[in-house]
T-cell receptor, first 115, second 117 residues
């Protein structure tokens, strides 16, 4: 069974640009969550999607947005990039049927560098 | 709001010795607790979880964790450490009272585990 796939693995962007990251969940998983990992702040929850609907959102500015498609694939977008957006962005999928007790499976992440 | 504390930035253990990575949590309701491991430039790998039931939970690669409600702790343990266990370990919590997902998973800062040959 294929794991969570994130593309691209590495990305370099310039301040002010926008970026779109992609995540394909494990087959059959309907919930996709996004996290930002930085050395200073650690792992922080961005948002969660289930059946194409944003179910939860973390404490990030509106420049961070996402969506989920009918095949459960998800994208996140960051507009007007800032240097502080440089991070490892992790996507996680879970069955979602009862998200409370199901573990999330993570992709390898997209390393975004803003210059 | 839920929170997780991993009091040690780094833990050093000799190969073959038992290891413990500490985790304490704070939630308003009953917690769902998880341990993940991260190798360099990789995503997080699930190790084990506590939902309900036995306080001692067994997971992948010989790891186990002990849930202690009175001390609000969920320490990760392994009887005999391997050099290949060297990695970054994260404890995470999800609060049942919040509906199980209002804040997603809340992670600790992580603990670097270094196993010396």
């Amino acid at each position: 069974k294929a794991g969570v796939t994130q593309t691209p693995r590495y990305l370099i962007k310039t301040r002010g640009q926008q970026v779109t990251l992609s995540c394909s969940p494990i087959s059959g998983h309907r919930s996709v969550s996004w996290y930002q990992q930085t050395p200073g702040q650690g792992l922080q929850f961005l948002f969660e999607y289930f059946s194409e609907t944003q179910r939860n959102k973390g404490n990030f500015p509106g420049r961070f947005s996402g969506r989920q498609f009918s095949n459960s694939r998800s994208e996140m977008n960051v507009s007007t990039l800032e240097l502080g957006d440089s991070a490892l962005y992790l996507c996680a999928s879970s069955r979602g049927r009862d998200r409370i007790n199901t573990e999330a499976f993570f992709g390898q992440g997209t390393r975004l560098t803003v210059v | 709001a839920q929170s997780v504390a991993q009091p040690e930035d780094q833990v050093n253990v000799a190969e073959g010795n038992p290891l413990t990575v500490k985790c304490t949590y704070s939630v308003s309701g009953n917690p769902y607790l998880f341990w993940y491991v991260q190798y360099p430039n990789r995503g997080l790998q699930f190790l084990l979880k506590y939902i309900t039931g036995d306080n001692l939970v067994k997971g992948s690669y010989g790891f186990e964790a002990e849930f202690n409600k009175s001390q609000t702790s969920f320490h990760l343990k392994k009887p005999s450490a391997l050099v290949s266990d060297s990695a970054l370990y994260f404890c995470a919590v999800r609060d049942i009272a919040s509906g199980g997902g209002a804040d997603g998973l809340t992670f600790g800062k992580g603990t670097h585990l270094i196993i010396q040959p």
